[in-house]
């Protein structure tokens, strides 16, 4: 198949056709990739909604070079042939996405202290690189009240910012769907079908699709901070889903279990719910060992591995020069 | 400069009807087109005419129908909106209602350009008498062969369904029209795939407004060149303006493109001047999502050249000094109007209306809605004056849909040209708190 070639933040590479502005910006990695709230790539149809991927198409193709008229979703937009895009070093993206996590924080409780998110939180990293100091909105927050939607899965409809992953992974891997948005615009919410409640063999990933603390794990829920776990790899035979799990221990004792995420925070495979709420001994799993944690979540924090060697550092090289 | 195409022969006693309106020439084009012209020579005319869509955004109608995917092997759909659902636009309505088979003709040869055999009226579901009309008149158009199989002995066949939306201002986006004419909820898609690649099922489709659809009967039996000639530089034909507002003869008029705005306003024909003799003080002239004029600027451009209903003078000088003509909904404001109070019951519109898929836009609209409360009531600030613009610009470009956008526009233009009010209402809570103040210049010292 015929390659494109596609350059953003003046780094190229060649990807294959189809291949959208965000997943080529993953291959390269680091500061160009845009952030995703709504995103997943393995929910399909999903993307498009935050708006936190915004980038700046400076050049649409070798063919075509004009500039697209305004910013586009990396998420959903595909790469074409010769396409040259700005994330971080257009000004305009910067200010949108600043915009965007002004939005997307005006009603967002910031209660990250009491969140069972914290510390794995999409948001909470996204305003720390890209939020202001201080807040302009002065009105009062939409709440809502808690809306029970089982036993296993707690909702805060609160924090919930309204990327769609959760309807999306309902719709895709559970049979007999029973949620979905209600209302329309700033008063729109998760709910279920007439108090219905979520009970399905792979409705726990509705939990690991949340990007923020809108739904978390009933087992689970003020029982520990996540940076004070030590999540491993572990596996079982499972005649469910494929039984790779990521297993968060303190000492012996297993306190949650998890798809593993990859470094944009997408489990690698789902799970069902007999692996992750009901396999809580460390004997009903086969670790195999400790999961490698990006230095800058604070989830490594503490722990027991030097993920890369420290960087010279030099601060007098700049007045040297 | 009051010229009737769409509006002919609105007067004729019983014109409603298939036989009087055949009577005076309806269904002709039909003939023409589907025995005498090929699908593309119908497109063909069509773009030559320069017909521009008439829902709001101004696309020209013939190119569009050409982009539609003729190679895909999926049937085609035309999808006429009539869902009409901006705030001060009211035209759609009155034609549907006054003389529904100029649509349904207009239908016939644009399902024929496209290769549509089926075709949608998507209607706002509280023009509830209207689907009784539009369905009434379909049968007849049954009954006379024009619709349904082998219309004409021409081998071309269509039917036409008349669909009731639910009544919510983002179905009348053509991509949220789609959706809720599919059984989901209306929100919109994301573009690129247009409608004419991946449309209705998937399929390629055109949506096209009401009132584009009515001309197309008069493009087929009068040619191109004679619609060209009708109307001014690149706006051209008739447009439909509702008008409304503190003005004599509120209503809906057909106007030949290019008239000037201050004979539209003030000439017996159409308004008749502002109610009571009162002063203008400014206009919404395209539907409330375009921005608001003043005075000066609806009657002269910033450069002093009168200013004329058509898309270009409309629009000269941009949003610093130019507005839009969008759907043609002309809300017309007398000195005692409060543009304040009036811009928070915009905002209140559109942040009712959001559909709440997108940050900028869900956010966004409701936190406008609430400073512009605040405002309103006697509890704003100097520094939220500001903060409206800010919010407007960050909701403007950063939404899926262009309803962020008519979200921010109004907001926008209201401060750039109405700042003096909004600070007035920041100055005097006293005045403003809880009473109908109206205008504020009584009360300036
Ligand atoms: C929020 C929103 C509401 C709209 N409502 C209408 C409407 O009520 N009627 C309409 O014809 N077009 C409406 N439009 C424009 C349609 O998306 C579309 O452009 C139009 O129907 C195309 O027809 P035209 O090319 O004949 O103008 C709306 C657009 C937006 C963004
Ligand atoms: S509950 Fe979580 S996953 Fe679902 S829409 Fe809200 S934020 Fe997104
Ligand atoms: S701009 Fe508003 S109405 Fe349009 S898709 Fe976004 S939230 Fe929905
Ligand atoms: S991640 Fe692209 S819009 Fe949400």
Redesign the pocket.
Known sequence: MAKLKFTIDNQTIEVEQGTTILQAARMIGGKVVPPAMCYYSKLQGSGGKCRTCLVRVAQGSSKDPRPMPKLVAACRTEVMDGMVVENLTSPDVVAARRAVVEFLLINHPLDCPVCDQAGECDLQDLSYEHGSQSARFEEEKRTYEPIDIGPLIQFHPNRCILCYRCVYAADQLTDKRVHGILYRGEKSEISTFISQSIENDFSGNLIDVCPVGALTDKTFRFKNRVWFLKPMDAHRDCPKCSGKVALWLRGEEVYRVTGRKDEYGEVEDFICNECRFEKKQASDWIIEGPRSITPKSVISQNHYRVLSKPHVINPLKDKME | MERKIILEHIDVKGIRSIEVYRSMGGYDSVAKALKSMTPDEVTEQVINSGL????????P?GR?WSFIDKKSNNPRYLIC??????PG?FK?RYLMEHIPHRLIEGMISASYALGANTAYIYV?GEFKYIIGILNQSIKEAYQQGFLGKNILDSGFDLDIYVHPGAGA?????????IESLEGKRGT?RLKPPFPAIKGLYDCPTV???????ANIGWIVNNGAESYAQIGIGNSKGTKLISACGNINKPGVYEIEMGLPVETFIYNEKFCGGIKNGKDLKAVIPGGS?VPILPKELILKTADGKKRLLSYESLSEGGFQTGSMLG?GGFIVYNENACIVRNTYNLSRFYHH?SCGQCSPCREGTSWMEAVLHRIEHGHGKQKDIDLLVEIASRIEGNTI???G??AAWPVAAAIRHFRHEFEFHVEHPEIVKNIRHGSLAKYAK
């Open positions: 521009r869509g008439r829902g709001g955004a101004g696309f109608t569009k909106n009539a869902d009409e659902s901006e636009t759609d706002r201002y983002i179905c009348g986006e053509e991509t949220a029209l919109p949506v096209n407004n009401v009132e584009t659809l999502s759907s209306e849909c262009p309803l956008d008519a």
